[in-house]
Nanobody, 127 residues
């Protein structure tokens, strides 16, 4: 079992910056079984959709949505057996970046791949 907690969401003006944090905790075995972490967002009016924003593997391979390339940066997965965390640096924020941002962790176990989600953190871009 892995518990994810996001933080850093806020109200920011267009063109501003934010840094979101995601902290993963749980059993030593589960934490060390994390092979990727990522950020997804759920925009207003799209409550049934969570779109990928950025993800990173434990080996450092990243993937970004086209809409955020060049503006958002996901950090390397930091930490050890006691916990891991990942950050999302967001620059030049736009109105359309307004959303609830969720952290997701992928874990490989003998029984297969498991996914865990955080509760989300609200980012609002408004003047």
């Amino acid at each position: 079992q892995v518990h994810l907690v996001e933080s850093g969401g806020d109200l920011v003006q267009p063109g501003g910056s934010l840094r979101l944090s995601c902290a993963a905790s749980g059993s030593f075995f589960s934490i060390n079984a994390i092979n990727s972490m990522g950020w997804y967002r759920q925009s207003p009016g799209k409550e049934r959709e969570r779109e990928l924003v950025a993800s990173i593997t434990i080996g450092g391979r990243t993937n970004y949505a086209e809409s955020v390339k060049g503006r958002f940066t996901i950090s390397s997965i930091a930490g050890g057996g006691d916990g891991k965390w990942v950050y999302l640096h967001m620059d030049n924020l736009k109105y359309e970046d307004t959303a609830v941002y969720f952290c997701k962790a992928e874990i490989t176990k003998l029984t297969g791949i498991e996914y865990y989600w955080g509760q989300g953190t609200q980012v609002t871009v408004s003047s």
